[in-house]
Structures are given as structure tokens and as C-alpha cells.
């Protein structure tokens, strides 16, 4: 992960709120299409988003934690893609 590019373009977008990349999922297939090539969505204007093991992984300062299945993220309007 550390050298892992497309991870620190999504780290510097996020730290920085530069989305000017990024756009409003329109569809869950936007946010797959993203896991599945190795780019990171962004959920909430928070939290940066992968998927390793099968599982979709959020990454907070200590490092990635399981994003449990609530109902918001479920709604589309709070996941940003490029």
C-alpha cells in the first residue's frame, strides 16, 4: 500500500477537499467499477474506501477497518467517483 499511487492521489484529494475529480456516483456499478480496477471511492467526504478480501475496507488513521452494511451507504449521494 505504501507505494501505491492511485491510494495517495485519493489521500491528498481527500485531505485537501480537492473533489474536482471526483463526481456523485450514479449508480452502485460507478462504485464497483472503481473497486474492481483498484481505485478508491470516496465515502461521505470522509473516509477513503477498497476492497481487499472480499470485503469492503474503510481507512481510518490506524488503518483499515470493515464497513459495516448500514443503511447510508446504501444512498447514493454519499459516495464520490472519478
Known sequence: MFKNEMLH???ID?????????EVA???????????????PIYKEKYIIGYF????MY???NGWKGLPATEDIFRLEHWLVC
Open 9 to 11: 492521489a485519493a489521500l
Open 14 to 22: 481527500l485531505h485537501s477537499f480537492d473533489f474536482s475529480y471526483y
Open 26 to 40: 450514479t449508480s452502485f456499478d460507478d462504485i464497483f467499477a472503481m473497486l474492481h480496477t483498484g481505485t478508491f
Open 53 to 56: 478480501g472480499n470485503k469492503m
Open 59 to 61: 481507512l481510518e488513521s
